[in-house]
């Protein structure tokens, strides 16, 4: 190695803290409820710890997170918000949950039973009892509940603090998204009343639950999508401001003439004489292969600039032939404010969700 400063990175994500802050707000206000924000897969791409660290003096009721692995990255760093797991936990996990306090939701008699003998000799273990409304992924079915409850509550070891449940089609199917509410909150006032035992926090919407609907039966949202600033209806998107920006450079521009291909397979041949810019960012930075040909652009000095040819693994090929003034260096967006991260998603076949869960180590992230 020389002593020569490192250069900057070609590709790179710039990440906004006020605009994270911003949704949040957004979150609060809409809802009126106490919020978990939900930092799971690496803070949907942002970085588990930036966001946790950022967040962590937001007055949240719980940071949600996946695994432990995730909830051992924001402990760690010393997050003093309660860290709670989104689904159901392996045997092998649950000493480190018990012993760092971290608050599991159950969806089995056989987990609460194995909390409680791990949790022998403490102050009891505050836990969130799920039901299974329709995303089939976890919980006790609304017909088992009541039984279920009152077998959890026999644990002296455990505190049942919370109850909850997801909606699968809060952002696709109106009718039935209504009626899981309606399920939800039939069941919550039933297993209160037949136990004799209220629940602290009472919770169901994500994103798409929180933005579209309402409800007098939860005090407690979960969103995750939303608080890095994409709506995943299309509606409640001004309101959101994107957090995070892929951004690259032109590494060269080329003229070439017509008919000459472009990329892998040659399955693009110029239509005219060009000029053709390198972008030094491909899928092995998480820009999903799966948009070449669909349309795809990017933007470069406050323009969109279409996509040739297939997406390889490092760069990809840019029409920049009416953007006479764009050279090498320039700056391009592959998606942020100007491009959502929703646009690429549908043009790639997959959900923004993705698009952000895979944005890969390769790319170096920016805080401001
Ligand atoms: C991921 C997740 C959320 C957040 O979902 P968004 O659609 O990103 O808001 C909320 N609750 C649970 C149980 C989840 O798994």
Redesign the pocket.
């Known amino acids: 190695m020389s002593n020569s400063q490192p250069s900057p990175p070609r590709t790179w994500a710039e990440i906004n803290l006020d605009a994270l802050k911003h949704n949040l707000d957004v979150a609060k206000e809409l809802s009126n409820q106490r919020v978990?924000a939900?930092l799971?897969a690496g803070a949907?791409g942002h970085d588990i710890k930036r966001i946790g660290l950022a967040l962590d003096d937001c007055d949240l009721a719980f940071f949600?997170v996946?695994s432990v692995i995730e909830a051992r990255k924001l402990s760690i760093i010393g997050c003093t918000t309660r860290i709670y797991l989104?689904?159901p936990t392996l045997a092998v996990e649950r000493e480190e949950i018990v012993s760092n306090r971290w608050t599991p939701?159950i969806s089995s008699i056989a987990e609460a039973e194995h909390f409680d003998q791990l949790n022998q000799g403490n102050e009891p273990l505050l836990v969130h009892i799920t039901v299974d409304t329709g995303?089939g992924?976890g919980g006790f079915l609304p017909s088992l509940l009541s039984e279920g409850l009152k077998k959890l509550l026999s644990y002296k070891n455990l505190y049942i603090e919370g109850i909850?449940s997801?909606?699968p089609s809060?952002?696709e199917d109106r009718e039935f998204t209504l009626s899981q509410f309606e399920i939800f909150s039939k069941a919550v006032t039933k297993v209160t009343e037949d136990n004799g035992h209220s629940f602290d926090y009472i919770?169901l919407?994500?994103?798409?639950?929180?933005l579209d609907y309402t409800s007098t039966v939860t005090n407690l949202v979960?969103?995750?999508?939303?608080?890095y600033g994409i709506s995943?209806i299309v509606k409640y998107q001004a309101k959101l401001k994107p957090v995070l920006t892929l951004k690259s450079r032109i590494s060269i521009i080329r003229n070439l003439p017509e008919g000459h291909s472009i990329s892998y397979g040659r399955t693009t041949f110029l239509e005219r004489d060009s000029r053709v810019a390198t972008i030094g960012v491909g899928y092995g930075d998480g820009y999903p292969r799966s948009i070449s040909h669909q349309n795809g652009e990017v933007w470069i000095r406050a323009k969109r600039c279409p996509i040739l040819g297939r997406v390889t693994m490092d760069q990809i090929m840019v029409d920049v032939t009416d953007l006479t003034d764009a050279e090498d260096g320039d700056e391009v967006e592959l998606f942020g404010k100007h491009i959502l991260a929703t646009e690429v998603a549908e043009k790639a076949a997959t959900i923004p969700?993705e698009i952000f869960t895979r944005i890969t180590p390769r790319v170096t992230k920016i805080y401001f």
Not at 205 to 210: M, P, R, T, V
Not at 222 to 227: A, E
């Open positions: 978990m939900v799971k949907y949600g996946a989104l689904g939701c995303m992924r909850g997801h909606l809060a952002d919770h919407s994500n994103s798409a639950g929180l979960r969103p995750g999508l939303m608080l995943p969700w």
